[in-house]
């Protein structure tokens, strides 16, 4: 996973996320992964493991918002393509 970058409305996190144009973050907010703070974040029912690499918005190292404001937008295909004989 990539390291947080600043929240702007655009900003592209991981090769994957995208933040959308309405977030409406705040100067010193960033975007990156939820990491340690996943077992607090369980409601999804997700496993920890895979809510650690899962977006968040944070400001001041506490996260303010699990980025309900972030598209999933991967720069490539996620698998190859599928052939059946």
Do not use: E, N, Y
């Amino acid at each position: 996973m990539s390291g947080p970058v600043p929240a702007q409305p655009g900003a592209l996190w991981d090769g994957r996320f995208i933040l959308s144009d309405t977030a409406g973050a705040k100067p010193g907010t960033m975007l990156g992964a939820i990491g340690a703070d996943a077992p607090a974040l369980r409601r999804s029912g997700l496993p920890a493991a895979i809510i650690r690499t899962l977006p968040a918005l944070r400001r001041d190292g506490q996260v303010i918002d699990a980025a309900r404001a972030v598209l999933f937008r991967p720069a490539g295909p996620l698998a190859g393509a599928a052939f059946f004989i």
